[in-house]
């Protein structure tokens, strides 16, 4: 009886799951694999953001919350709005979701109908086309190069916007590239918005993790077109705790509520007192950041330095900790190349394949020094 529903058959098989099986199956077999493909922070939450949640149990603020989010935590985003953004959204134009990812849902099937195109710069983060298809909205890719740095042409853009042309979907710094766009490209993508009657979601998950370049958000630009979305993962260090967060006109903000309300009521509350620590003891976690930027700076440099050194053009990220190689040395087709790295090499890395970016695979470079090194020995030893 057990049939399942065209949505759920409509998701595509990852090929990242593909490769991330294969590692943990070689593991069970005691083979020592080395992980590059985890999108995640190796380091540890602040230890002043945990101690706020430890305070938040012990004092028993351990039940349902409002559905947008504790009230200090939507003062807290509107205050970081501003102080970090110059962005404006009152504390009724914020709300507070399980991760980011969530924010993303819900601004998706709040804002999108069945037929709606949706503008999407690639190589992009594997969930946007997944997410657009399940509102029933069709993703249009818009390419980027590597030659470029994945940096988005603006022209490119709106060459793609159609009579059905809805939305146009943001992330900068951007997962899997790297790419941070200039203040110019958000400028004339903005203008694209206002010529076309266009809403802009821009992912800024990344924000704080932006090397040699200047992250702008778009929402100084068009801020009557644009959806804000942000949360604590990536720049705290909070992966696990769940916390993402949407600043937007209130009428948008209000549908992404009462889908929560219908789906999973409010983010967890521990993690949101955790979150309203991160925000409102700004200093301490700028110190985090700082230390997490300048480790994730140094990193990048030789992961670069070294695939480029061994034959695999490797673009230098401005911002997030991913690097994108080309594989063509090794296989034609990325996930053969994937495979190999895998197998031969016992590394894993995710295949462009889901990307959008064919002939590339993606290693994160969120991890140590000394194992960075040796991923470059192991990779190495496949072509020489
Ligand atoms: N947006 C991008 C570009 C990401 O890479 C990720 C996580 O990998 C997310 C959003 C989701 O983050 P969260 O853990 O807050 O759901």
């Avoid at 980027?144 to 059905?164: I, M």
Wanted: aromatic share 6%; hydrophobic share 40%.
């Amino acid at each position: 009886p057990f049939l399942l529903s065209d949505r759920a058959l409509s998701l595509k098989p990852s090929s990242t799951v593909a490769v991330t099986s294969r590692a943990l199956e070689l593991r069970r077999q005691g083979v020592d694999v080395i992980s590059m493909s985890v999108g995640e922070p190796d380091f540890d939450t602040p230890a002043h953001v945990k101690a706020a949640a430890m305070t938040a149990i012990e004092s028993g603020k351990t039940k349902y919350t409002a559905v947008n989010g504790i009230p200090e935590l939507r003062e807290a985003i509107s205050a970081k709005f501003m102080r970090e953004n110059g962005l404006s959204y009152a504390p009724d134009c914020v709300t507070v979701t399980s991760g980011g990812k969530q924010a993303l849902f819900n601004a998706f099937m709040a804002l999108l109908n069945p037929g709606d195109e949706v503008l999407i710069p690639a190589p992009y983060w594997v969930s946007y086309p997944e997410m657009v298809a399940l509102a029933g909205a069709v993703p249009v890719a818009v390419p980027t190069t590597p030659e470029s740095g994945f940096q988005l042409d603006p022209q490119a853009l709106e060459a793609r916007v159609t009579p059905r042309t809805r939305m146009i979907v943001l992330n900068s710094p951007g997962n899997p590239t790297g790419a941070v766009f200039t203040p110019e490209v958000l400028e004339a993508v903005a203008g694209v918005a206002q010529r076309h009657g266009l809403i802009i979601v821009t992912d800024e998950m990344y924000e704080h993790l932006v090397y040699d370049a200047r992250q702008v958000s778009i929402g100084l630009y068009a801020p009557e077109h644009t959806l804000t979305i942000n949360g604590a993962s990536k720049a705290y260090a909070m992966t696990g705790w769940r916390i993402g967060y949407a600043g937007g006109p209130k009428g948008v903000i209000a549908a992404m509520n009462a889908l929560q309300s219908q789906s999973t009521s409010n983010a967890s509350s521990v993690s949101q007192y955790a979150a309203l620590a991160a925000l409102e003891e700004h200093e301490a976690t700028a110190r985090f950041i700082d230390m997490a930027r300048g480790a994730y700076r140094e990193r990048r440099d030789v992961i670069v330095a070294g695939l480029n050194a061994l034959g695999l053009p490797t673009p230098t990220p401005q911002g997030a900790f991913y690097v994108m190689a080309n594989t063509d040395r090794l296989h034609t087709d990325e996930l053969e190349a994937a495979r190999r790295i895998l197998d031969d090499a016992r590394v894993a890395v995710v295949p462009g394949t889901d990307f959008g970016a064919p002939g590339q695979v993606r290693l994160s470079y969120a991890t140590d020094l000394n194992t960075i090194h040796e991923v470059l020995r192991r990779i190495g030893t496949l072509l020489t």
